[in-house]
């Protein structure tokens, strides 16, 4: 299906932008990660990437043409698909006029104190809906500079830093740490030393928001009559409390409680006019008289559950991971090896000095260069073809927190075993300080997911599309084998690959993973 790209908001002033620059024209390729347009923005002139796969199917704004942020930019999809309809929708006029309208209507309802910019959740991928504010480097009563780094935001992508492009004092904080919220929402105001935004940031945050969508659903009937099955669901979704009904709470506190199950109406706040802060949370017990009367008394204990919201990383994770399940046609090749040899390969090269490696590292280095004698496992499936990749780019799925994330070892097969060790301890260090960039966690062609350190035997991995196959890698244990007629100790290690039917045929991966035996079984042939 065709996904229409639309015009980023580059940076938290962006209004509209210019395409400097088109890297990619109608009918050509487009794989994910590639720049598609140079877009000047009113700052500076950035590259644009893509975030999907397929054939630049149309041009929405020529070079040297500029349109404002969400206007259509570009088309991407099946080559040769059809985009009429999407073309013929149109939708300019209607939302010309209804913005138009809004702010004519909405222009008065907050007065932006002299001075003061406010500053929004930006857009930082065509894809991100939210952002979640990882760190704050600067706090209020901060002074800072255009060019000073604010807080790194994570996006469904990534964690990246966000710079100012304004210069005053940290007036406002309006996303704190570790808090998810909309693009385009209230992230920070900054404006001159001492300057009162209390006031501002009261009507911004409440009323503002209940009146936006009241106006907006107002305009838009008059605008177009069929907006209105547009616009009830947004109304629907952006409930709004009456003044008296608002509960004053901390965002410390309003977390403790979805934690803890609280239901905060029955919480008797303690702070400056009645806020309810963390303590109340931490000492609230249920009264006796509410517990029966809902018919919660339980005397012999109580139930008890916490509810954690989804990341950007998880929701991200969740939806690759559900396409990719029930897209790809998975097969599963499952093998053990015998790791004798390897297990005194590895206590012998880590006697040299200043050297330690890992069965992971060893691994890592048999696939890479299995997969350089065997481009069809290397390879990946888009839409229009299969692409058999000659250079190996392994991924390596890395445990963090918040799930999973897969930085790439570049040319895999050319690493020695030293680097290979080196390259993934990095790795996996940043990516638990959430520091990868976006190159350092894309355009793998293999993946590989090792548990055999939490103790898993085997296991089954879902491919990470759009690669053809992923290795599941299991423990070395030691248990009883027959060589040689007898039963005899030994260590052996169970390994699972996914294969994309659709890329890889059994025949194919059974031949790969026979190749890989050999370098695994016999690893001195590794440094051949």
Known sequence: MAEIITMPRLSDTMEEGTVA????????????????????????????????????????????????????????????EDVSALLNQNPKTTVKATEEAVEVKTSNAVETPQGVVVITMPRLSDTMEEGTVATWIKKVGDAVK???????????????????????????????????????????????????????????????????VEVAKEVVTEVVPAAKEIIAPVAAASPVKNSSDRIFISPLAKKMAQEKGVDLGQVIGSGEHGRIIKRDIENYV????????????????????????????????????????????????????????????????????????SFNDMVIKAVALSLKQHPQVN???????IQRNHHVHVGVAVAVEDGLIVPVLRFANEQSLLQINVSVKDYAQRALQKKLNQQEIEGSTFTVSNLGMFGIESFTSIINQPNGAILSVGAIVQKPVVKNGAVVPGYVMKLTMACDHRVVDGATGAQFLQTLRGFVENPVTMLV
């Open 21 to 80: 620059t088109w890297l990619k024209k109608v009918g050509d390729a487009v794989s994910e990660g590639d720049i598609l347009a140079e877009i000047e923005t009113d700052k500076a002139t950035m590259e644009f990437e893509s975030f999907h796969e397929g054939t630049l199917l149309h041009i929405g704004i020529q070079e040297g043409e500029a349109a404002k942020v969400d206007s259509l930019l570009a088309i991407i999809g099946k080559k040769g």
């Open 146 to 212: 255009e060019g000073d780094i604010l807080a790194e935001i994570e996006t469904d992508k990534a964690t990246m830093e966000f710079e100012s492009f304004n210069q005053g004092t940290l007036l406002h904080v309006g996303i704190h740490e570790g808090e998810s919220a909309k693009v385009d929402a209230l992230l920070a105001i900054i404006g001159p030393k001492g300057t009162d935004v209390s006031g501002f940031v009261k009507n911004y945050s409440g009323s503002t928001t209940a009146q936006s």
């Open 286 to 357: 249920p009264s006796a008289s509410f517990a029966h009367s809902t018919g919660l008394f339980v005397p012999a204990g109580v139930e008890q559950s916490e509810s954690t919201p989804n990341s950007p990383m998880r929701k991200a994770i969740a939806k690759r991971l559900s396409q990719s399940k029930f897209s790809a046609p998975h097969y599963y090749l499952n093998v053990e090896f015998d790791m004798d040899n390897a297990v005194a390969f590895r206590a012998q090269f880590n006697t040299l000095p200043n050297t330690k490696i």
């Open 379 to 385: 390879g990946q499936w888009f839409d229009d073809r």
